[in-house]
């Protein structure tokens, strides 16, 4: 079935460094989306792709969707403390409903 | 303020003990799902609603039952027959775009439920 997977599946870096995480899948998908969760709370968008080759920026993130339709990655330029949480990927299928789904997440701590 | 609320925050139940969490939304979104998260995991979809008094089975359906008479809510219950129901619990609503197909989902606090 459709799967996602993400890495690094966790990383720690020292403040003021960028960050780099991708996701990758051999399904296609039509959308990309991006999600961040901190420690029990639910997941925040944080950006959304629609089209093969979008790059989109919103403040210090980056992501960008693949030309395959089957990968995406996400960076963070000059990390802050409040960048620690979980990130998730996530890819959207045209089905019935709106079917998405989720990779495992990236864990990212950071150092002050 | 518009959102998607879910109460309570922790819920703590006793095996064997039907439960029934709650998720509102204000954000006049036609389609809900609830979602269930274990540590170190994606989010696995249960249910999902297109439309008022509609609802389908996601991938992980068993245990679970849900209802959809109002558009705005969209209650959860767990029922004893979850083998496993411990788990962070997550319900998120979406609109339609203008080309008909759904936007992004907008996800609420999540409960915890604990299972004794």
């Known amino acids: 079935g459709q799967q996602l997977n993400q890495s690094p599946q966790s990383m720690f870096i020292q403040e003021g460094e960028d960050v780099s995480m991708n996701c990758t899948s051999s399904s296609i998908f039509n959308t990309w989306l991006w999600y961040k969760q901190d420690p029990g709370e639910g997941p925040v968008l944080l950006i959304a792709l629609y089209k093969a080759g979008e790059l989109t920026s919103n403040g210090r993130l980056t992501a960008q969707f693949g030309i395959t339709r089957k990968d995406s990655f996400l960076n963070i330029s000059a990390s802050i403390p409040s960048d620690v949480g979980i990130y998730f990927c996530?890819?959207?299928?045209?089905?019935?409903?709106?079917?998405?789904?989720f990779g495992p997440g990236t864990s990212l701590s950071v150092i002050p | 303020d518009g959102g998607i609320t879910q109460s309570p925050k922790y819920l703590f139940r006793k095996e064997g003990q039907n439960v029934t969490l709650s998720c509102e939304q204000n954000l006049n979104h036609d389609a809900m799902y609830w979602y269930r998260q274990d540590p170190g995991q994606g989010l696995r979809l249960i249910y999902y609603?297109?439309?008022?008094?509609?609802?389908q089975k996601g991938d992980i359906a068993e245990g679970y039952s849900v209802s959809r008479e109002k558009k705005e809510s969209f209650p959860l219950t767990v029922t004893s027959a979850q083998k496993n129901p411990t788990a962070f619990y997550l319900c998120?609503?979406?609109?339609?775009?203008?080309?008909?197909?759904?936007?992004?989902?907008?996800f609420g606090p999540g409960t915890r439920l604990t299972v004794l």
């Open positions: 609603s297109q439309i008022v008094n509609d609802f």
């Open positions: 998120a609503s979406s609109s339609k775009r203008p080309s008909g197909g759904a936007d992004t989902q907008y």
């Open positions: 996530a890819g959207r299928v045209k089905t019935s409903y709106d079917k998405v789904i």
